[in-house]
């Protein structure tokens, strides 16, 4: 360490080391319900039939046997209403889940590409409405529309269906709005109006030229709406029980407890399957993480 960076080092000030150490400890209480989890996980013996806690050195077992045996057992039995009954396994859950969270990500990012581009490029009354309408809607919570919204796509016919989560997750609503109009906003017009002049129309100029320019923030903001409806069994729970995923699976076997005659309800197991389900998109956010992340960089127009 050079001297330039021993005097910053110490330097840094009472509240700055305050607020360092704070957050050093909240992220080691973070971490260490993460290594607990992992290590209950992985243990094999009914350690945790009364009470949670951390097992003494000789009742612990290690063992991988509770992963294998999500693969094999877990499972969700559904009943509609319409009296059918579904079944669905691992595989199926994670098909599942893979298109209801591309689907409303992909809605999600469409709805509020289309109209951040519209209020951003055209400076009209209107569009300075829509801008003001976003930040009182998130200013003001918005309570008891779900009813509504069940009304509306049981009398589409799209409840019970996956191209309803398109219709439901087509909403710019939210800070992600905010961003992709900011970007839209400060790119320079002299990409669009170079296309104008080479006769692109309006559609050419908004998906193949601003489009791949705002790319990297549409891609990030994609993939944290799809860890989010991943996460999410809130929307399967309400709308979509025909098409159980993997978080839907997880919560109802949370819900069932006390029950260790089967397998899939211990403790130990809940917790496999848990992390299984946040294994996908923790590799997806390490995979891509640089790519996603990174500034928007673009050339300069020549004069």
């Known amino acids: 360490m050079t001297k330039t960076k021993k005097k910053k080092f110490f330097k840094m000030g009472l509240v700055n080391w305050i607020i360092l150490i704070v957050l050093s400890l909240y992220v080691i209480l ?19 039939d009364e009470k949670i806690y951390f097992p003494g050195a000789k009742e612990w077992k290690w063992g991988f046997k509770n992963y294998v045996n999500v693969f094999k057992s877990f499972s969700v039995t559904e009943t509609l209403s319409n009296q059918t009954t579904i079944q669905a396994d691992f595989f199926a859950m994670t098909f599942n889940s893979i298109l209801f969270a591309g689907l409303a990500a992909f809605a999600k990012c469409a ?58 997750a087509f909403s710019f609503l939210g800070m992600y709005f905010l961003v992709v109009h900011a ?9 669009a109006e170079a296309a104008y002049l080479d006769g692109a129309s309006e559609w050419t100029v908004m998906i193949k030229i601003m489009l791949p320019l705002v790319w990297p923030t549409i891609a990030t903001i994609f993939l944290i709406v799809f860890i989010e409806n991943w996460n ?13 995923t993997l978080s839907y699976g997880v ?29 996908p998109v923790i590799t997806l956010f390490i995979v891509f993480r640089n790519k996603l992340m990174k500034n928007v960089t673009m050339g300069g127009v020549k004069e």
């Open 251 to 279: 919560f109802k076997q949370l819900q069932t407890s006390g029950d260790y005659s089967n397998l899939m309800y211990h403790p130990t197991m809940k917790i496999a399957g848990a992390y299984l389900v946040a294994l």
């Open 232 to 244: 999410s069994y809130g929307y399967i729970l309400i709308y979509l029980r025909s098409y159980p």
């Open 30 to 48: 973070l971490c260490s319900y993460l290594l607990f989890g992992l290590f209950t996980s992985v243990n094999t013996i009914p350690v945790y």
């Open 111 to 168: 709805a509020i590409y289309l109209v951040a581009y519209a209020t951003s490029r055209y400076a009209y009354v209107f569009s300075k409405l829509i801008y003001t309408f976003v930040i009182v809607a998130m200013v003001i919570p918005i309570i008891g529309s779900t009813p509504s919204q069940i009304v509306i796509i049981k009398a589409l016919g799209l409840y019970e269906k996956m191209t309803g989560v398109a219709l439901v």
């Open 183 to 191: 970007v839209l906003q400060a790119l320079p017009k002299d990409y």
